[in-house]
Structure formats: structure tokens, C-alpha cells
């Protein structure tokens, strides 16, 4: 079975710092995605960034970028600059090809500090 | 729509009450999701649908939990005899399609299902 964990229940980063949230997965299947979504106070889940098991460069999409090992099975999420809008939950999620389903980390809460 | 529209935004049953939950995906989505999330951090899978057809139900709670997507109307999870435990967030999520690469699924805000 599939399995993601976060091992950082919470962080706390001054304003304008880069920050990298940790992921790691476990799957013996070859062919997966993985992806980060936000979720702010206010409670939508936002998509934010994907990487595909066989993409050769790292993701990347606008402040986000994914550190994607495939051999440590890890894909990090690092936010360029933060700023106080990125305070929120963060989670990390996988999905087999073919059996599409998300399978969720247990998140990240990130701070802001001003 | 441009967006995944899920209906109420929060429910309120007494136990032993019935709650539906609607879902509307984006137009030309052809799969939705549905997902459970408890205590702000646990997601729990519940159920897709390819168009109208279940794709895969292995998180439902069949004894109480049902689903459909039928054309051109608004998906529903229905839970018959709630539970205190029912109480949760559920999200609805669609995909253009199931499979390949960057097939993202959009969420909805979710529909908050408070159980007393």
C-alpha cells in the first residue's frame, strides 16, 4: 500500500525566508504522481504543484518548487520568499496511474512570522 | 463551471438523521472524488466515478454511505443514520480525466457535516 509521510507537524519561518517542507513516499509501483496542495484558514484545497515519477527536472511553478529524489523516494515542497499569505496547511499527496485516488500526508502547518 | 461547486457549505443532523451532500465538478471532468477529512489533517478516500459509473469504491462505508453521479445533475454522497464519528469535512474533487500524467484534481471548499 501506498503510504506518505510528513514528518513536520509545524513550522514556524520569518517573512521573506525560503522554507522546504518534507515528503516522503513509499511505493514499489514505477509510474506515480505526486502533488502539494494548500489548505489556508479558511478551509479550500488549493493545487500548487506536481511531479510525475518518470519527469527527468525538478517541478517548478512560480515561488514553489518540488526537490524530487526518487531514490530516497522524497519530493520536498520549497517556497521561495515567503510571504504572510503562505501561512496554512500544507500536504503532500500521491496517486497511482490507473488507480486514481489521492493518497494524503497528514499535512504541515506553516507560519509566517512578520 | 469553472470551478468544483459543492453545496451546503454546512449541514447540521441530529444522529440517526440523513445528510446529503451535493457536487457539481467542473464542466468536462470526467472523473469525480470524493474524500473525508477529520480533525483538520486525516483525508480519507470514499469513492470515484468515471462519468456515471463507479470507478472505485473501496473506502465506502457501504452500510450507511451511497453515491451517485447521474447526467446532468449534481453528484451526491448520501449518509443514512448518521454517526457522531460522521462528522467531518467532505470534499468533492474533479479530474479532466482519470488517467496520465498531471491529471489534477481541483476540490471544492468542502461541506462541513456537524453531527450532534
Known amino acids: 500500500a501506498q503510504k506518505i509521510t510528513q514528518t513536520q507537524p509545524g513550522m514556524f519561518v520569518q517573512e521573506k525566508e525560503a522554507v522546504t517542507l518534507d515528503c516522503t513516499y513509499d511505493?514499489?509501483?514505477?509510474?506515480?504522481?505526486l502533488f502539494w496542495y494548500k489548505q489556508p484558514s479558511s478551509g479550500e484545497m488549493i493545487f500548487l504543484i506536481y511531479q510525475g515519477s518518470y519527469d527527468q527536472q525538478n517541478a517548478t511553478e512560480g515561488r514553489y518548487s518540488l526537490n524530487f529524489q526518487k531514490a530516497r523516494k522524497s519530493a520536498n515542497l520549497v517556497i521561495s520568499a515567503s510571504q504572510l499569505g503562505d501561512s496554512a496547511m500544507y500536504f503532500c499527496a500521491m496517486r497511482y496511474f490507473g488507480n486514481e485516488k489521492l493518497t494524503f500526508g497528514t499535512g504541515t502547518r506553516l507560519t509566517i512570522i512578520p | 463551471g469553472e470551478e468544483v461547486a459543492q453545496t451546503p457549505k454546512h449541514l447540521v443532523r441530529g444522529e440517526g438523521q440523513k445528510a446529503k451532500l451535493y457536487c457539481a465538478p467542473i464542466?468536462?471532468?470526467?472523473?469525480v472524488f470524493w474524500y473525508q477529512q477529520v480533525l483538520k489533517n486525516e483525508f480519507k478516500f470514499l469513492i470515484s466515478?468515471?462519468?456515471?459509473?463507479?470507478?472505485?469504491e473501496t473506502g465506502m462505508p457501504k452500510e450507511r454511505f451511497s453515491a451517485k453521479c447521474l447526467p446532468n445533475s449534481p453528484c451526491s454522497l448520501e449518509i443514512q443514520a448518521t454517526k457522531l464519528e460522521d462528522s467531518a469535512v467532505y470534499f468533492c474533487?474533479?479530474?479532466?480525466?482519470?488517467?496520465?500524467?498531471?491529471?489534477?484534481?481541483?476540490f471544492g471548499a468542502g461541506t462541513r457535516l456537524s453531527v450532534l
Open positions: 511505493t514499489s509501483d514505477p509510474s506515480y504522481g
Open positions: 474533487a474533479s479530474s479532466p480525466t482519470g488517467q496520465g500524467a498531471q491529471n489534477i484534481q481541483y
Open positions: 466515478f468515471q462519468n456515471e459509473n463507479v470507478f472505485d
Open positions: 464542466k468536462g471532468h470526467s472523473y
